[in-house]
């Protein structure tokens, strides 16, 4: 059993192995695909893959933190009694994996209280390892890594997620909001999972939208963005609150990230407020690259 006294290697050397491990496991099971069903909605599946792997995970967890509290999207909410809980996505990017699309991977995040402290993310197909600490940074694959510093909007990739609703005017609502960021960056991408999140750590993506997500989706990034050099706030620019208590950890969240240069106009423009980019460079087929 490790207790809350731990040293930071070693805490990084558990979150590792197990994000690893589940890693490992999902890679045995990407296209063959089994046993999938339907959760609350037709945009939200499970299949075989995603219990394995969260069991693989669980089993490390209670074996070295029993006295830790649990959220995980699959087996929900489990009280603790050391004021820490344990965030974890076993499968981040269910639609893409059910799909054959490498954008998927294993999440999970440390808080105390409501404040994430460590998290690992973690791309199988890449074998990418993201793995920060509260104070320390963030790490691939053991070298450090830094939000670079850019300064323009109209320059960057965007990473954008949304799921349509069950209501017209609200999916209305999500593709205005897409409309708004699209006019103002280089152009939008759509993973619409953790892969989002780890483009923008590093660069590839200049900043990320989310218009519904959990707490296994963002209690990662929420630690690692800020680590980089950047920052993560709901779509008005204000600090997210993560709740971890049994009848609320469920809620919906939206998020958007960016370097701390580009935050404020990121989220100028999603309220509408922000000028047109300049005009860009087009392909030989007449579209924006």
């Known amino acids: 059993m490790l207790g809350a006294s731990m040293k930071a290697n070693e805490l990084e050397q558990c979150m590792s192995r197990m994000v690893r491990e589940a890693g490992a496991v999902l890679?045995?099971?990407?296209?063959?695909?089994?046993?999938?069903r339907q959760k609350e909605s037709p945009y939200s599946m499970v299949c075989e893959a995603d219990l394995a792997s969260e069991a693989c995970v669980l089993k490390r967890l209670n074996r070295w933190f029993p006295e830790d509290g649990l959220i995980s999207e699959?087996?929900?909410f489990r009280p603790g009694r050391s004021g820490r809980t344990w965030?974890?996505?076993?499968?981040?990017?269910?639609?893409?994996?059910?799909a054959g699309l490498p954008w998927f991977g294993v999440q999970i995040a440390l808080l105390r209280g409501r404040r994430p402290v460590a998290a690992a993310m973690y791309l199988p197909v890449a074998d990418a390892l993201y793995f920060a600490a509260a104070g320390a940074g963030v790490r691939k694959n053991g070298r450090r890594i830094q939000a670079p510093a850019m300064k323009d909007l109209s320059t960057v990739l965007c990473g954008f997620g949304f799921d349509p609703s069950g209501t017209t005017r609200s999916t209305r609502g999500q593709v205005e909001l897409l409309r708004r960021v699209g006019c103002g960056v280089r152009n939008i991408r759509a993973t619409n999972s953790l892969?989002?999140?780890?483009?923008?750590?590093?660069?590839?993506?200049?900043?990320f939208v989310n218009l519904n997500t959990?707490?296994?989706d963002i209690a990662p990034v929420c630690l690692m963005l800020p680590e980089a050099g950047g920052r993560v706030t709901d779509l008005a620019g204000r600090p997210l609150v993560l709740e971890v208590e049994a009848g609320t950890y469920g809620r919906s969240y939206q998020v958007a990230g960016a370097p701390r240069a580009l935050h404020a106009g990121l989220i100028g423009l999603l309220a509408g407020g922000a000028r047109s980019p300049r005009k860009l460079p087009r392909s030989p087929a007449g579209g924006r690259r």
Do not use: Q
């Open 27 to 36: 890679m045995r099971h990407f296209g063959r695909v089994r046993n999938v």
């Open 87 to 98: 965030v974890l996505d076993p499968l981040d990017g269910t639609s893409n994996f059910l």
């Open 74 to 76: 699959e087996a929900g």
């Open 195 to 207: 892969v989002d999140f780890c483009y923008t750590l590093e660069g590839r993506f200049g900043c």
């Open 214 to 216: 959990k707490i296994w």
